[in-house]
């Protein structure tokens, strides 16, 4: 919503999008890549774990650390757009 209520201030409106974009990255990563290794993990017992475990053990942490960034450069987004935008009457 605030997106629109900004549109004419450039500044703010293109960081709010940035945000936008950002926050919508984070779900798709979440989704598409996070979420099932999760699952898979889920299924495992010492006994039955797959033998390329250890490859998955070095995805999931740097998908977080995507994950991470992405939700850093959109927090900054956001919050520059916030501190730029004139009050909107």
Not at 9 to 18: A, D, E
Not at 41 to 64: C, G, K
């Amino acid at each position: 919503m605030q997106t629109i209520l900004i549109r004419r201030q450039r500044k703010s409106f293109w960081l709010t999008l940035v945000g936008l974009v950002c926050m919508i990255l984070m779900w798709l990563i979440w989704a598409l890549f996070i979420q099932p290794i999760n699952q898979q993990i889920d299924t495992w017992t010492p006994v039955n774990a797959p033998s390329n475990w250890a490859d998955l053990r070095y995805q999931w942490p740097f998908y977080h650390l995507v994950h991470l960034g992405i939700a850093s450069l959109g927090m900054l987004a956001l919050t520059l757009s916030l501190l730029l935008a004139k009050r909107v009457k």
